[in-house]
Structure formats: C-alpha cells, structure tokens
C-alpha cells in the first residue's frame, strides 16, 4: 500500500503538505539566494562609486551581495549608451567659477556628494555659511583617505569568507565557500576596470601660475556654500563638475565578459541545494555593507578632496554673509547674489553690487595700464640697446 493511501484527503491533507513544504522551506530555503541575487543593483552601483577609488590598488572593499547580476546587466546598458560606469550624482547642487561667474550644474558623483556631505556648524543656525577651503598641496586629489567605511568593507569580506568556511568544516559543504570566494573575485574584478578612477576624475590639473576659486552650493534657500580655492595644485574642478566623457576599448568586453560569469555564477547558487542559511547570511551581510557604504556620510579626504579649512563665514542676513564673504575672497558675494536673490536686490543692494563691480573694473584698468607701460618700457629699452 503506498504511504500517502492512510492520509485523509481534502483541506485537511492540503493543509499538512502546506506545512510540510513551508517547514523544509525554512529548514533550507534553497530558492531564495538565486531570487534575491536579481534584486538591489541601484546599492551596488553606489557603493562601487563610493569606495572604487579609495586607493591606486586593484583591491576595492565592496562585498559580494545579492544584486550584482541585475547591476552587471545594468552596466551593460550604461557602457554601450551613455559610456559612463559611474552613476549620475544624487544630489542636485552647482558649481559657480568665481572668476566669470558662470554656474554649471554638477554631473560628478564625488563633487556632489563633496557638497551633500558637509555639515553646517550646529552653532550657524539660520541664515548662510559660507565656508573657505584651500586645496592641499601635499596630497593628490583623487586619492582618497581611508576611513571606516572602507575598513568595515574589507572586515565584511573577511567575515564573509568566515561563515562561508563554517558549513564546509562542519559538513564538509564547500559549495557555500566556493560561491562566496567566486562572488567575491567577480566584485573584484568589476570594480578594477580603469575606466572607473578615470571617469571619477576626469579633469585637467591647475596650471602652476593659476589661481581657480569655486563656489559649491545647492543653489537658492541652501544653509552653506562651500568655497574652495585652488592656487596652483589639485584639479580643475570646473572640468570635474562637467562629468567629462571617458572612452576604454577594454570597458565593453570586460562589462560582456563579467555578465556572462554572473550568470554562470548565478547559476551555480541555484544549484545549491543545503546549507542555504550560511549563503543568506552572506549575502544579507554583504548587502548591508553596499547599503552603508552607498549611503554613508565622508569627509572631504576619504571622498578624495584634501581640503585645509581656512575660516567660515556666518550672518542670519544671507546678504550680509555674501557681503562678508566677498571681503574674504574677491568676486565670491558677487558670484553668489544671482543664486540666492534671483528676483532681484533692494535699492542700497544694488548700490552695493554696483559699487564692487566699478571698483573691479577701475583696478582691471588700472593693471593694464601699468602692464602696457611695461611692455613700451621694455620695447623702448630693447630699442636703446639696440641702437648701441
């Protein structure tokens, strides 16, 4: 008699198989990790962006996670279309180039988050802060400092690789170790692309006889501005807010080639049938790494500005902060009035304005003048001694 025939037919026995199968489900939930590796990608993409840069060495502490095979399809789309691999900035904000005081909006992932990630001195409630930062000239930009956000990523591999050994000592399971060492070179090897450092920064370097003053600002009705000088070091970051295109022959076949081994990677998941628990505890551990580190708040250096501090500007009037700021660094209040009073100024405002601009425009012509003087001075002299 077949075991099943003693078994009552009807809800009853349609209720035990329910049980049944929702119990071996969550006793081994082997269905689970093949579903959750499609879903989460848009983390992955941040996290990349975030920590892809924290050195010039091939290792990047972005954990192996669910969603890298919906974001290794998605870099496809990204690599043949916009040829970008960095994600477009998350934070609308725009620099403004002191000298012509011509605004652009900020395309540059790590600009943007320069800008959302300062925090306003709890003392400067109200108002407008302008705070002055000079780029260092003893460390490069683009080479950020290592912060925790960076070494809880390489603490989460590690612990990764932990849990993956334990049902391979207990059980002599080595197919979760297996998975997670795989995922793990995968990540590697996606985030070593070249393309990734070049595009974060893609701008030329300030010529060593100029002087580049910018503002940053999340425009009308923002709490601060940053003001960052860059006298004769650093990079252009007028040319970073551009989001400057930057072409690799190897990008697109290495994006192919890595989707392809997602997949077979994927694969491989689907086909691991006991222990499941150790391979969600992975990749849940993973995935809240590339949360974290997507999302995190960090300073100027580990986002890879090395900026001096120099003095912060605060008044409850946002005019009277610009015209303070103008007395620290000249033509910032002027480059800053259309931003944060674009209906217009009050009659003494204007008058202000007015004045700063005439007053420019006198020593403009005062300097050509003297530099005109010079060069007949210098013709006349070349002349005389020519003559002798």
């Excluded at 900020?106 to 959302?116: E, G, T, Y």
């Excluded at 997507?294 to 605060?314: K, Y």
């Excluded at 946002?318 to 009035?337: D, P």
Aim: aromatic residues 10%; hydrophobic residues 45%.
């Amino acid at each position: 008699m077949p075991p099943n025939a003693l078994l009552p037919r009807g809800p009853l026995s349609n209720t035990a198989s329910d049980f049944a199968a929702v119990k071996s489900q969550w006793r081994n939930p082997s269905d689970i990790p093949s579903i959750l590796t499609i879903i989460g990608g848009d983390i992955i993409h941040g996290a990349l962006a975030q920590l892809v840069s924290s050195h010039p060495r091939p290792f990047t502490p972005v954990a192996f996670s669910f969603g890298w095979v919906a974001y290794s399809f998605s870099a496809i789309l990204a690599a043949i279309g916009s040829r970008r691999l960095a994600p477009q900035p998350d934070f609308s904000c725009t620099l403004i180039d002191v000298s012509t005081g011509y605004p652009r909006d900020i395309n540059s992932w790590a600009l943007s988050r320069l800008v959302r990630d300062y925090e306003v001195p709890s003392v400067n409630t109200g108002g407008l802060t302008v705070a002055f930062f000079r780029t260092s000239r003893t460390k490069q930009t683009g080479v950020p400092d290592r912060d925790w956000v960076y070494y809880t990523g390489a603490f989460v591999i590690l612990l990764q690789l932990g849990i993956a050994v334990i049902p391979g000592a207990l059980f002599g399971n080595w197919n979760i170790l297996i998975v997670t060492f795989g995922g793990t070179l995968l990540a590697q090897v996606q985030a070593a692309l070249p393309q990734w450092r070049k595009e974060l920064w893609a701008a030329r370097p300030v010529p060593h006889d100029k002087h580049e003053v910018v503002c940053l600002t999340k425009g009308n009705g923002s709490p601060y501005v940053l003001v960052v000088t860059s006298d004769r070091c650093g990079l252009r970051l007028t040319d970073l807010a551009s989001g400057r295109e930057v072409h690799s022959v190897t990008t697109v076949p290495m994006i192919f080639l890595l989707a392809v081994l997602w997949l077979v990677h994927l694969f491989t998941v689907q086909g691991i049938k006991s222990d499941s628990w150790y391979l969600l505890a992975v990749g849940a551990v993973g995935m809240l790494q590339n949360a974290i580190a997507s999302g995190a708040r960090r300073t100027p250096g580990a986002l890879g500005f090395h900026l001096d501090p120099e003095e912060e500007i605060h008044d409850k009037k946002v005019f009277v902060a610009l015209q303070k700021a103008e007395e620290k660094e000249k033509k910032v209040g002027l480059a800053l009035v259309d931003t944060f009073f674009p209906g217009g100024l009050r009659p003494s405002e204007e008058k202000w304005r007015q004045d700063i601009k005439a007053r420019y425009a006198a020593e403009k012509m005062h300097r050509d003048a003297v530099a005109s003087n010079q060069e007949i001075s210098t013709e006349k002299g070349a002349l005389l001694i020519g003559n002798i």
